[in-house]
């Protein structure tokens, strides 16, 4: 696969989407959860949603249950959670394994393109590093990513130009997102 829009994925009620749907968009692919400590990010990501999707923009959003069952709601009730709690209105995708044999092969292709360099310094990173380790041993070498809210920014050729651990400033992120629009 040499972009994003060669893959097709599910939607939430489990329909078929390509992603060649998205062609000449800028996207920003994020797997997620419900219950972490992390979840707080839906509220940065639905504001950059707000402020950048008439220029181009979605966030697609793909659930992901594999770190410490953070996400252990139907699609249904994970949906209805952020769109309750956070107001998202951006496309939420099937959830999906990110990691091991069932890995879904958009996010096997996109830590690929990107791989993971840690969590990045302090005291707090240090232990998300510790924590995760012990989590993802069971994947080996099909651990692709790291922790939840791992978001891949897409240009609009289809081309993965970054990868943001959820330790990543938000603001950092919105910033490489205008710049790519």
């Known amino acids: 696969m040499s972009t994003v829009y060669d893959f097709k994925v599910k939607d939430r009620k489990g329909n078929e989407v390509s992603l060649n749907e998205y062609a000449g968009k800028v996207l920003l692919i994020v797997n997620t959860a419900t219950g972490c400590g992390f979840t707080p990010h839906y509220e940065p990501l639905e504001a950059m949603y707000k402020e950048f999707r008439d220029k181009g ?8 249950n594999q770190f410490a069952n953070q996400a252990p709601g139907s699609e249904d009730e994970i949906h209805e959670f952020c ?3 956070f107001g998202t ?13 069932n ?3 958009l996010f ?25 380790a012990m ?6 070498e099909k651990t692709y990513i790291g922790w939840n809210f791992t978001k891949f920014l897409i240009d609009r050729e289809g081309k993965v130009i970054a990868r943001f651990e959820p330790t990543e400033d938000m603001e950092k992120v919105k910033a490489a997102v205008a710049t790519a629009l």
């Open 103 to 105: 890995a879904d092969p």
């Open 135 to 140: 989590n993802n041993k069971k994947y080996g």
């Open 57 to 64: 923009f979605e966030i697609l959003d793909f659930p992901c």
């Open 108 to 132: 096997a292709w996109l830590a690929t393109e990107k791989p993971f360099n840690g969590f990045g310094k302090g005291l707090k990173n240090a232990a998300l590093n510790k924590f995760a």
């Open 89 to 101: 209105e951006f496309p939420q995708f099937a959830k999906i394994d990110v990691n091991g044999e």
């Open 83 to 85: 769109t309750l709690k």
